[in-house]
């Protein structure tokens, strides 16, 4: 698998691609914004997008999802229990960054735990890892673990909202700690591609 890290929109946030080497086939992680960016990068990388994989609900996220979506036909997958917060990304975006978008369209398909997605002749399985957003997810294939904002390569994802759950975040870092121990950490935001650098022992004990 082949990863191009994309870092896009006022809140500097990493969109992944995901890249199946052989075929091309190429899943897009967290089309945070920029659309045309992320679209012309597609396109001169002769990828074959085949989804859209959203790791939580939050609009840095979610941004270029519906322009992505109309220009290469592409279904939109999420966990359900983060549909409240994309339902209302394009306000959230209004409020906090000034961006005016459309409503997001629906989501195609409910991510599940334990999934596999497969792309080409890879694949990344999905784990449920709330704490952050209820709805959060990691996706993990061959050492790489894409984390969303549950894990940075420094440590924390925040758990300043009041859906928010330090407890749950907590259990979900044990899920995962056999994942991101032997892994490189690709997150949502800040350092990329190293392996972790910090743990916080309070959250893997
Ligand atoms: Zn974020
Ligand atoms: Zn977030």
Redesign the pocket.
Known sequence: MEIICLTVGD?A?HCYLAIDEETRQTLVIDPGDEGDFLSTTILENNLVPQAIILTHG?Y??CLAALELKLNFSLPIYLHQKDLFLYEKAHLSAKHFSHIAIPKLPPIDHFLKDQEIITFGNSSLKVLHTPGHTPGSVCLYSARSLFSG?TLFVNGVGSTDHQYSSASDLKKSFAKIKPFSTNSLIYP??EDFGLPLVATPPHLFS
């Open positions: 809140l946030t939050h840095d996220h904002d949502g935001h």
